[in-house]
């Protein structure tokens, strides 16, 4: 009665260029009942992010890569459902890194147990409440120094990072606030749902000529999540002493050939700019004060987000190929349903 | 008898590409007896620096570009010879910007009285006891971060402001200092005389190939005078946390094509690098720290420095576009010989 079967996804072989369903595989793992101190944990809802596509080449970053025949891991929120340790009992609503799973288990102190808010979707801890708003805000406080007034230039801003960037600006008291991204649709949703006080779509032309249209008084801060063209024209129209929170770099995530930077990296000098590239592992300690911002302005009302649904965990490499297309709005997730077989979860 | 005559050398027309003497002329000024408040002052030595290239072009900089059919301004070191301002009376030794001339006349609020030390020649004020020493103290500490123990790469490190760089930073507690260079006795200058603990010829083939093999253990720190392969190549074998002073881009300064850049920016993000760029005047606020210290290093003999004289204002042009070249071994410099005519001095 307490054996679970698990589907998981794995890696099979390191993608060249853009990933393909080839380079995973599926695993059907069977848990036997849990030893003492662990639990097992059904999935709610599992993250697909950019920054995997890194973790899948086999270079030196500041997260290792991923094991090839190992499940892919990452973000997921679940609930216990077979509990052998006493500190989370079944039905606590947890966090973990364990990643592509329906179900998984292990020790109990790789879960965080995490408050449960009445008729808040747990999906949110793994976005706007969680590691992605802590990424928005980390980028523009402690990164890019983000000071009242000043105008900030968010690209690939209708993504889980960008849209919570855009809010946070204006909630910080940021000044002219301009995104760009990559339909109609998500170019009119930066303006009308997330505060951004100008969009455009870079697909439709020259990314420099755009950005200094929407830019006449230039750019003090620039959150990129995009890389290549983006970095070029935020140098193009940075005002000196500008920063730059460098977060992503999608643009260049699928390149096979070594792509040839900005050409205008002079201007870092003569306009005394600092780029600065962050990974959050550093700046964990600013959780707290973030969660309290955020905690207020979310039960103000003053938080929007958008979730890209995709159902079943079998489907999760299509979602996580989807979000490196830029098919979602907002924050890519995979949902879990509940088990079937309610004997399988007690 | 108050009247002189000065030579003057002006930007004629802005430069595509390399300058070429015809990019400059010469004016011949006749200055009257000065007016109260004013004095008029012969130099001893007139300074030549890469970064003037920059003010001739007509384009946005920190520094405004230089007015065509006017003397070009920069670092001089000269002596009062009329004083119609009782604080600088005659004699006294001037530090100030009135630039590429052999006499200059002008308010004396526009010039600054500088201690007169024996034995030393006054041309040290304009380099490794002046802005390029500040500019080396400067990039190290307050952009840099430099930290005991660091690993650091030097690009063009023969330079007046790079053999100032490796010094500085063994004296601050580097650990290991590699430096680049453009001939074979530059490269042995930075080993033999300058500090640096390993050096190689850039144009003996691969920048990356040969900083890669100078840094086994990867750099923490790179000071940047020349910008283009030497950055690709640190951003190549930065490690985690690395930072970057970009204080020049000698290698693109006479291009007329927008040269790509690195192939490896997105190193930026997954190392967690900062490259700040710089520029002194907003860190004038450590001249009197870098001054203790040097005072003292210079006391014990612990600085060198070397000199690359040409005699005579009429040559200036050409002692410019040698040290664009490369030519010199540290500090280019222009000396005035002291004026033949007594008469003209009192």
Same mark, same amino acid.
């Given at each position: 009665?307490?054996?679970?079967? $698990?589907? =998981?996804?794995?890696?099979? =072989?390191?993608?060249?260029?853009?990933?393909?369903?080839?380079?995973?595989?599926?695993?059907?793992?069977?848990?036997?009942?849990?030893?003492?101190?662990?639990?097992?944990?059904?999935?709610?809802?599992? $993250?697909?992010?950019?920054? +995997?596509?890194?973790?899948?080449?086999?270079?030196? $970053?500041?997260?290792?890569?991923?094991?090839?025949?190992?499940?892919?891991?990452?973000?997921?929120?679940?609930?216990?459902?077979?509990?052998?340790?006493?500190?989370?009992?079944?039905?606590?609503?947890?966090?973990?890194?364990?990643?592509?799973?329906?179900?998984?288990?292990?020790?109990?102190?790789?879960?965080?147990?995490?408050?449960?808010?009445?008729? /808040?979707? &747990?999906?949110?801890?793994?976005?706007?409440?969680?590691?992605?708003?802590?990424?928005?805000?980390?980028?523009?406080?402690?990164?890019?120094?983000?000071?009242?007034?000043?105008?900030?230039?968010? &690209?690939?801003?209708?993504?889980?990072?960008?849209?919570?960037?855009?809010?946070?600006?204006?909630?910080?008291?940021?000044?002219?606030?301009?995104? &760009?991204?990559?339909?109609?649709?998500?170019?009119?949703?930066?303006?009308?749902?997330?505060?951004?006080?100008?969009?455009?779509?870079?697909?439709?032309?020259?990314?420099?000529?755009?950005? %200094?249209?929407?830019?006449?008084?230039?750019?003090?801060?620039?959150?990129?999540?995009?890389?290549?063209?983006? /970095?070029?024209?935020?140098?193009?129209?940075?005002?000196? @002493?500008?920063?730059?929170?460098?977060?992503?770099?999608?643009?260049?995530?699928?390149?096979?050939?070594?792509?040839?930077?900005?050409?205008?990296?002079?201007?870092?000098?003569?306009?005394? /700019?600092?780029?600065?590239?962050?990974?959050?592992?550093?700046?964990?300690?600013?959780?707290?004060?973030?969660?309290?911002? +955020?905690?207020?302005?979310?039960?103000? @009302?003053?938080?929007?987000?958008?979730?890209?649904?995709?159902?079943?965990?079998?489907?999760?490499?299509?979602?996580?190929?989807? +979000?490196?297309?830029?098919?979602?709005?907002?924050?890519?997730?995979?949902?879990?349903?509940?088990?079937?077989?309610?004997?399988?979860? %007690?």
């Amino acid at each position: 009665m307490s054996t679970a079967l $698990s589907t =998981q996804i794995q890696l099979a =072989q390191r993608p060249v260029g853009w990933p393909t369903p080839d380079d995973f595989q599926t695993a059907e793992v069977v848990y036997e009942a849990p030893a003492t101190g662990e639990v097992r944990v059904r999935n709610e809802f599992v $993250s697909v992010d950019p920054y +995997m596509r890194g973790r899948m080449n086999d270079v030196r $970053s500041y997260v290792p890569p991923f094991a090839l025949g190992e499940t892919i891991t990452g973000g997921a929120i679940g609930r216990v459902v077979v509990s052998a340790a006493p500190e989370l009992p079944v039905g606590t609503l947890v966090l973990h890194q364990h990643g592509w799973a329906d179900v998984v288990q292990a020790d109990a102190s790789t879960f965080r147990a995490v408050p449960e808010v009445p008729g /808040l979707s &747990s999906s949110l801890r793994l976005h706007i409440l969680g590691m992605t708003g802590l990424t928005a805000y980390v980028g523009l406080t402690a990164i890019a120094g983000l000071k009242p007034g000043d105008t900030v230039f968010v &690209s690939g801003a209708a993504g889980a990072v960008g849209t919570a960037v855009g809010q946070i600006a204006k909630l910080l008291g940021a000044g002219r606030v301009i995104g &760009s991204a990559g339909t109609p649709e998500k170019v009119a949703l930066l303006t009308e749902k997330y505060g951004y006080d100008v969009a455009f779509n870079y697909k439709d032309g020259d990314v420099r000529a755009q950005l %200094a249209a929407a830019a006449p008084e230039g750019i003090d801060v620039f959150f990129d999540n995009v890389g290549g063209d983006h /970095l070029e024209a935020a140098l193009d129209v940075f005002n000196d @002493g500008g920063r730059a929170a460098l977060c992503g770099a999608i643009a260049g995530y699928n390149t096979t050939d070594r792509t040839p930077g900005p050409d205008n990296l002079a201007n870092i000098i003569t306009r005394a /700019l600092t780029l600065k590239g962050f990974t959050l592992a550093a700046y964990l300690g600013l959780a707290p004060e973030f969660q309290e911002k +955020m905690a207020t302005w979310f039960a103000e @009302g003053r938080i929007a987000y958008d979730e890209t649904i995709v159902d079943g965990i079998e489907n999760t490499v299509d979602a996580f190929l989807d +979000m490196m297309r830029g098919a979602n709005t907002g924050k890519m997730l995979v949902r879990i349903a509940p088990a079937e077989d309610a004997a399988e979860t %007690a």
